[in-house]
Each structure stands twice: as C-alpha cells, then as structure tokens.
C-alpha cells in the first residue's frame, strides 16, 4: 500500500471509527466481532490493506491484531500532550512504514508517499495510515483536536478534522442525537410544568 502525505482526514477518520468499535464505547457490545465485521469495516472506509489485496478476507489473527491496533490508537488519541501524540502517532506509522517518496498521483501530479513493507500485516498497515493521520491532524490544526465525547457516560474519543473545529461527540448520529433527544425532553418536561 502507498499511504498519500496529502491529506489526513481519512486516516483520521478511520482512527476514529476503529477507537470507537471497542465494546468499551458501544452499548450494544463489540463492532469487531468477527473477520466479517473487520472486512466490512475496511471496505467502509475504501481500505484495499495488503491482507485483503489477495482477495483473502480477513483472518481471526488480522481480527486481533486490528484489536490490540485499536488500543494503541486510543492511548494516542487520549493523550494529555502533543509531545506523546507524536510519540505514540511515530510509533504506528512506524510500524509498516518505509521512507516517504514522490510518486505520480492518480491526477498525474507528483506527491509523497509513504510505502509499506511487502510483509507488512494488514493491522501494521492500518498502524502506518492511523500514525501519519495522526502526525498531519498535530502538524496541521494541533493537538486539542484530539478530544473525548462530550456525551455524558459515553466513553467515545475522536479527532476533529472539521473546518471549524467544532465537534463534540465521537459519533454525531448517535451520540449527538442522544443529547438533542435528551434536550428536547427536558425542555418539554420543564414546559409541561408551567
């Protein structure tokens, strides 16, 4: 895989998504459950990792070695400095990466690339895609992007790569419609009184 240095919402996102399968943050249990799961969670996010490039769907050691990547990624997203946050994010981009080099895109313009190993597993590359992510969201709009829901009782963390910097919940459909549902009731509650 050749991991693009142009843009790092993807990988963002998908640091995001992957932190916020854990059982830990969903009510409903684990999103991970079987290879299954992991394959759609690939194919959501357009991920073509070498473990899959074969046309071999995940395996149960791929499902747990994304897992134990899913840990990782949290601890990096929840650290208290940007100085860890590099830390953490250079360790996973270290994981399946080789030095950057420039490339033709598919536009044709020349840009950097990061490749990864030939024997790279598929949760070394997803590492590589999350660390670089990682490292462009600190370089780019700073550290107090990585953030913990605002949902009260949700244990859900993210990186905000919006424009304005504004989001507060881990998943907005969800935990965003929660807080409005719950608004709404006690807004209704209170007017009831009167």
């Given at each position: 895989?050749?991991i693009p240095l142009t843009d790092?919402?993807?990988g963002?996102?998908?640091a995001?998504?992957?932190?916020?399968?854990?059982?830990?943050?969903?009510l409903?249990?684990?999103a991970?459950?079987?290879?299954?799961?992991?394959a759609n969670?690939l194919?959501?996010h357009?991920?073509?990792?070498?473990?899959?490039?074969?046309?071999?769907?995940?395996?149960?050691?791929d499902?747990?070695?994304?897992?134990l990547?899913?840990?990782?990624?949290?601890v990096?997203?929840?650290?208290e400095t940007?100085a860890?946050?590099?830390?953490?994010?250079?360790?996973?981009?270290?994981?399946a990466?080789?030095?950057?080099?420039?490339?033709?895109g598919?536009d044709?313009r020349?840009?950097?690339?990061?490749p990864?190993?030939?024997?790279?597993?598929?949760?070394?590359?997803?590492?590589?895609?999350i660390?670089i992510?990682?490292?462009?969201?600190?370089?780019?709009?700073g550290?107090e992007?990585?953030?913990?829901?605002?949902?009260?009782?949700?244990?859900?963390?993210?990186?905000?790569?919006?424009?304005?910097?504004r989001?507060?919940y881990?998943?907005?459909?969800?935990c965003?419609?929660?807080?409005?549902?719950?608004?709404?009731?006690?807004r209704?509650?209170?007017g009831?009184v009167?």
């Open positions: 895989m050749r790092y919402a993807p963002a996102a998908v995001t998504d992957l932190v916020n399968t854990s059982p830990t943050v969903r409903t249990g684990d991970l459950p079987d290879p299954g799961a992991l969670f194919a959501e357009g991920l073509s990792l070498a473990a899959t490039a074969d046309g071999r769907p995940p395996t149960e050691q499902l747990h070695r994304v897992r990547l899913r840990r990782e990624a949290r990096v997203v929840e650290t940007e860890h946050a590099v830390a953490g994010a250079t360790v996973l981009a270290d994981r990466g080789r030095a950057p080099t420039l490339r033709r598919p044709g020349v840009q950097w690339y990061v990864t190993a030939p024997e790279a597993t598929l949760a070394d590359e997803l590492a590589a895609l660390g992510a990682l490292l462009g969201v600190v370089q780019a709009l550290h992007r990585f953030r913990a829901c605002a949902t009260p009782h949700c244990r859900g963390v993210f990186v905000d790569t919006s424009r304005a910097g989001r507060r881990c998943t907005p459909d969800l965003g419609n929660r807080v409005n549902v719950a608004n709404h009731r006690a209704n509650r209170i009831g009167r």
